[in-house]
Structure formats: structure tokens, C-alpha cells
Nanobody, 122 residues
Framework: QVQLVESGGGLVRPGESLNLSCRAS????????IHWYHQAPGQGRELVAT???????TYADSVKGRFSVSKDNGKLTAFLQMNDLKPEDTGVYSC????????????????WGQGTQVTVSS
């Protein structure tokens, strides 16, 4: 069984930064592809950042230049560094991670974190 636990959300003022974490535990060998989603109040879930297993990144236009996605396989943790936060960044951020579950075979599975609340307000 694999679990993803998110942390790092909170209440910040516009222009400040947060660094979200998404830590995997259980039967995980390594992190493969990382996706971070944002769900604003009353709206649907939006993909804001992706890190592939080839270390290529893509970002939604709304966060490009401000957010950065990364991972540390030694810690089985994915990160979303969020700089210059704006009120419209408020919402729940969720990670979706594809993990390698076996050291001896190409076995992969995808899991969701529980979400963490980010509120940007003056």
C-alpha cells in the first residue's frame, strides 16, 4: 500500500512564498511523474505543474515563472515551490504521483495526496 501525505499549506500574504511537500510511503521504490493540481473555491481542479520521469517540466500559464516543481527520490518527496503568491492562487493543492513499486520489474501505480489548503490574503 502506498500513501501520499501533503504538507506545507497555510495562510500567507500576497507576494509571499510557500513550499508544498508530497511525501510517499509504503511500497515505493522511486517517484516517476509528478502532477500538482489547484482547485479554487467553487471551481474544478486545474493542473498547474508537471514533472516527468525525464525531468521535463510544464506549467499552467497562470503560474509560469512563479511556481517550480521538483522531487527528491532519496526522500520519496515531491515539492511545489510557490513564489509571489496571489489571491487567485487560493485553494486546495493536490499532488498526483506515479511511483515505481518494484525494484525488479517495471511496475507503476498512480496515487493522489489528500490535498493541502493554501490561502493568500492581505
Amino acid at each position: 500500500q502506498v500513501q501520499l501525505v501533503e504538507s506545507g499549506g497555510g495562510l500567507v500574504r500576497p507576494g509571499e512564498s510557500l513550499n508544498l511537500s508530497c511525501r510517499a510511503s509504503g511500497s515505493v521504490v522511486s517517484l516517476n511523474t509528478i502532477h500538482w493540481y489547484h482547485q479554487a473555491p467553487g471551481q474544478g481542479r486545474e493542473l498547474v505543474a508537471t514533472l516527468t520521469n525525464r525531468n521535463t517540466t510544464t506549467y499552467a500559464d497562470s503560474v509560469k515563472g512563479r511556481f517550480s516543481v521538483s522531487k527528491d527520490n532519496g526522500k520519496l518527496t515531491a515539492f511545489l515551490q510557490m513564489n509571489d503568491l496571489k489571491p487567485e492562487d487560493t485553494g486546495v493543492y493536490s499532488c498526483r504521483v506515479t511511483v515505481k513499486t518494484s525494484p525488479t520489474s517495471a511496475a507503476y501505480a498512480t496515487y493522489w495526496g489528500q490535498g493541502t489548503q493554501v490561502t493568500v490574503s492581505s
